[in-house]
């Protein structure tokens, strides 16, 4: 199976889930960005079922750039659905993330793509977030916690600005929930690490969050103790000799 992400070097996923009120941001941000990306750069949208104008509007904005394309579930399946299409359906060697609201800006993919070098992930972290003091709080608390269930060492797993080499994402075993826990699942992979870099973070300036209390945290405590069965009985092997290798 080959699809046109094939024909560049790196495919921004942007999952967009009644998002029609961000779309023409979307489109100048998005296309001023390809224009100067230091990997040639398609943009893949994953519309999650949406039920306002965003097929609508994705629609008209591929058919007039020649970069940008989508695809488009039947029905709402969720955050982690969406990026996991992106990950399966992605064929480039470099595979990005950012939300549809843009509270991160896709021009600081360039501060991340040149880690993809050394690092198998380069993840944003918020240094001035532009959150309610709630929510700030809520993410804190929730960091903290999942860092001491997994160890993983990060301090912004829910920043959305990452990049990925597209073979360690394509490893990562994908469940509802599992988009918090990047760090955690590229930790499972033998010998791969991960950078984090400071970007930029600005209010919702449109659309609603889709998240509330309890859904983003209650869902991701036990979503650690998944990780951590996970963890435990994670399959890693080393061919030792073999003569089908070239
Ligand atoms: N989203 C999605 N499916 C969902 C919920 C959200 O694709 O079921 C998308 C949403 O459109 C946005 C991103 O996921 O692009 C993050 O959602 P949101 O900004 O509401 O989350 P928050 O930043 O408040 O955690
Ligand atoms: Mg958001």
Same mark, same amino acid.
């Given at each position: 199976m080959s699809n046109i992400t094939s024909e560049y070097g790196f495919t921004i !996923?942007?999952?967009?889930?009644? *998002?029609?009120?961000?779309?023409?941001?979307?489109?100048?941000?998005?296309?001023?960005?390809?224009?100067?990306s230091i990997r040639k750069a398609c943009v893949l949208f994953v519309n999650d079922g949406s039920r306002d104008g965003t097929l609508a509007g994705l629609r008209d904005i591929c058919s007039r750039n020649s970069d940008f394309?989508? !695809?488009?579930? &039947?029905?709402?399946? =969720?955050? &982690?659905a969406a990026i996991k299409a992106g990950f399966d359906y992605a064929e480039s060697p470099l595979i990005g993330y950012i939300d549809a609201d843009l509270q991160t800006n896709? *021009?600081?993919?360039?501060?991340l793509l040149p880690y993809l070098e050394d690092y198998d992930m380069a993840i944003g972290v918020r240094v001035k977030r532009n959150d309610t003091p709630f929510k700030r709080f809520q993410s804190r608390f929730a960091n903290s916690f999942r860092r001491m269930m997994t160890g993983d060492g990060a301090?912004?797993? =829910?920043?959305?600005?990452?990049? %990925?080499r597209a073979a360690a994402a394509?490893? %990562?075993?994908?469940f509802k929930g599992m988009h918090r826990f990047f760090p955690a699942l590229l930790l499972l992979q033998d010998g791969a690490?991960?950078?984090? !870099?400071?970007?930029?973070? +600005?209010? +919702?300036?449109? =659309?609603?969050?889709?998240?509330? !209390? #309890?859904?983003?945290?209650? &869902?991701?405590?036990?979503?650690?103790?998944?990780?951590? #069965?996970?963890?435990?009985r994670y399959i890693r092997y080393r061919v030792g000799e073999s003569d089908i290798l070239r």
């Open positions: !996923i942007v999952p967009l889930y009644n *998002e029609e009120d961000n779309m023409a941001r979307l489109e100048s941000s998005l296309a001023s960005f390809l224009e100067h394309h989508y !695809i488009s579930f &039947s029905e709402n399946c =969720g955050l &982690s896709p *021009e600081d993919f360039n501060l301090t912004d797993t =829910g920043c959305p600005l990452k990049v %990925f394509k490893q %990562f075993p994908m690490k991960y950078k984090e !870099i400071p970007v930029s973070h +600005r209010p +919702r300036v449109a =659309g609603v969050s889709k998240f509330n !209390i #309890w859904n983003r945290m209650m &869902s991701s405590f036990a979503d650690c103790f998944a990780y951590r #069965w996970m963890k435990s």
